[in-house]
């Protein structure tokens, strides 16, 4: 996560110090539009063109904030301690997700899943976290894994959080994924590329 977060603020810089150089060569009222800048997160504009639900929810509890919910999925990439502490604080941030923007939803597991933070999925699993099928890789769970892409196939191109493959999430599962790695392959061969987060895989904490 943090890499990328740098990667954004190196390309929104980037692209700032281009405009500026490509404004000077434009006349005061040539000068082309710069695209939007986005501060925060932010909901795109929409408007049904289709008729609305018949159902009516009824909002009795008020949602987890968004905020919270933020600095979780975060946590979850790499701090089990937080992860801990804000889960004693609100016992719902163990599966809510957020959308980090065009549809890129991202839960604690998920981004524990594809750091390879054995310890801090195991916390959240044990807290009733919704085991996926990316994280069951990770985990070298390989009967799981065969179930699910027996059941769908197609399920062999699925992407998690970030654009993340299963094939990814098996490789930094390490030595324990190594199964469901080969598995994998058998069923479609991939280039295996360094992973970044493998070397950052703490062992798992068995207490």
């Known amino acids: 996560m ?11 810089l980037s692209a700032g110090i281009v405009l500026g150089s490509v404004a000077e060569l434009y006349p005061q009222e040539e000068k082309p539009n710069p695209p939007p800048v986005i501060a925060g997160p932010a909901e795109g504009p929409f408007e049904r063109n289709y008729p609305a639900p018949g159902f009516k929810p009824s909002w009795k509890k008020l949602q987890i904030n968004r ?29 809510a997700s957020i959308d980090w923007g065009g549809g890129d939803w991202e839960s604690g597991l998920g981004g524990a899943s594809h750091m390879g933070r054995k310890d ?3 916390y ?8 996926d099928l990316f994280c069951a890789a990770m985990m070298g769970q390989l009967e799981a894994v065969k179930s699910f892409l027996t059941l769908q196939p197609l399920l062999i191109d699925a992407k998690g959080p970030h654009g993340f493959s299963l094939h990814f999430h098996a490789q930094v ?3 324990d994924a190594e199964k469901v790695l080969a ?3 058998s069923v479609k061969k991939m280039e295996l590329k360094p992973n970044p987060f493998l070397k950052k895989s703490p062992t798992p904490n068995k207490k």
């Open 2 to 12: 943090t890499t990328m977060i740098k990667r954004r603020s190196f390309t929104t």
């Open 67 to 95: 905020q919270l919910v933020q600095d979780f999925v975060i946590f979850a990439h790499s701090d089990l301690a937080m992860v801990k502490q804000l889960a004693e604080r609100e016992p719902g941030l163990v599966n």
């Open 120 to 122: 801090i999925v195991e």
């Open 124 to 131: 959240l699993l044990g807290k009733g976290a919704r085991m």
């Open 173 to 175: 599962g390490g030595k």
């Open 183 to 185: 598995y994998l392959q």
